[in-house]
């Protein structure tokens, strides 16, 4: 009697399923969609929509389980053997803060799910579009196992190791030692991610222990260097904390773009650039003028000449077309303007000079090269709110095109 009971309750909650689609599938960490293995009971699976519904019966409760396309069920059944919720302890819970840690959501891993846990898992969550519950059941895990794979293979691209010969985050390996601009920007972003450190320029012991601790949370190799795994890694993380990544452009510069300033053996390399809101690029020997010309991007119009801060003469070019159309470029510090506000300009074409002397609040010779954000007004985006991926996806790029040199 009590089998064909559960037989009928099957059957109805498998019609009702069916007819309700994915969203019936009760959220991602529910207590029905944990890793539960079938005993007592038969099971009968349905779909919808592409998504597999999965009913067993378990020491007398009913379990559903979802698998949404792209999702291996046996990688949900398998990527914990409990739901993880908040007050748990354990070594699963560590290896979910490890994960979190990796992908950018600053937790301790110190086994405890507490409320800096449930608040990342909460987070995460919304990102993947689950139901925010901060539960973490088979759907939840498998997505965070999912999107820990993908940052992998991303990251394989750039270098196989942390200890490579330069990628296309900085221009060489940064340790213990060094300084420069270059590390200006490194302590910057690991400031911005919450690990302390004072922007100094010097590689000094402050900053090898932040880094040693971004690789740990990172799982990556702990030798403090900041080669090109750790630089793209990091520069991952402040994209993803920033809100850039949504909205930054394409993981490289559009076809047809130039670098912005003319000719290139007159820039200094990118060790000497630093990034603020925009990424600040000098010139050598503080060459300016009809020396070094600045020249318009891509095609648009110069919607704007001056900007607070950055001089009277600052060109604002709308972007006419691609996947930065409508954003706004501006190249601060510039001195004189060679083009009318109204005029439309095409790639390469010169639009102002290098300012000689202190142009605005400005310290020499130099062009501050940003781009608004997405949606933004035309000046100025927020300190580090568009540089990184602006530096590391377009500017950085194309100076490599047009031959610059590290």
Request: charged share 15%; glycine share 16%.
């Amino acid at each position: 009697m009590a089998r064909v009971r559960i037989a009928s309750i099957l059957g109805v909650m498998a019609t009702l399923l069916a007819c309700a689609g994915p969203a019936a599938a009760a959220g991602s960490g529910g207590a029905t969609l944990g890793a539960a293995s079938s005993s007592g009971g038969g099971s009968s699976p349905s779909s919808s929509g592409g998504a597999a519904l999965t009913l067993s019966v378990t020491g007398g409760a009913l379990v559903v389980t979802h698998s949404p396309r792209g999702i291996e069920r046996a990688h949900v059944a398998h990527a914990f053997s409990r739901i993880l919720r908040d007050g748990d302890r354990g070594s699963d819970v560590k290896q979910l803060q490890s994960w979190l840690n990796y992908l950018g959501y600053r937790v301790a891993s110190s086994g405890l799910f507490g409320s800096i846990t449930l608040g990342a898992v909460k987070r995460f969550q919304v990102s993947r579009h689950l139901v925010v519950d901060g539960v973490v059941g088979s759907i939840t895990a498998s997505a965070v196992q999912a999107a820990v794979g993908l940052r992998q293979r991303k990251l394989k691209g750039h270098s196989s190791s942390g200890d490579g010969t330069g990628g296309p985050v900085f221009t060489r390996n940064l340790s213990y030692g060094d300084t420069g601009n270059d590390i200006k920007t490194l302590q910057t972003w690991l400031a911005d991610i919450g690990l302390r450190v004072g922007v100094s320029g010097r590689f000094g012991p402050v900053t090898e222990l932040q880094v040693r601790a971004f690789q740990s949370a990172s799982q990556l190799t702990v030798d403090g260097v900041v080669g090109p795994l750790t630089a793209a890694a990091l520069l991952s993380d402040v994209t993803g904390k920033v809100k850039v990544g949504s909205g930054s452009g394409p993981s490289g510069p559009p076809s047809g773009w130039v670098f912005p300033l003319r000719p290139t053996s007159q820039v200094l390399p990118p060790s000497a650039w630093t990034l603020d809101q925009g990424v600040d690029i000098a010139t050598v020997g503080a060459a300016c003028g009809s020396k070094v010309v600045e020249v318009a991007m891509t095609s648009g119009t110069i919607v704007q000449e001056g900007i607070s801060g950055f001089g009277p003469y600052a060109p604002i070019l709308k972007v006419d077309s691609g996947p930065y159309a409508g954003r706004y470029i501006y190249y601060g510090h510039a001195a004189p303007a060679l083009v009318k506000v109204g005029t439309h300009v095409t790639a390469g074409e010169p639009i102002a000079e290098v300012g000689c002397g202190r142009v605005g609040l400005s310290s020499g010779p130099h062009i501050e090269i940003g781009v608004s954000a997405p949606g933004g007004p035309p000046c100025c985006p927020a300190d580090q709110e568009t540089s990184p991926s602006w530096y590391s996806n377009v500017v950085l790029p194309l100076y490599r095109q047009a031959g610059g040199s590290s």
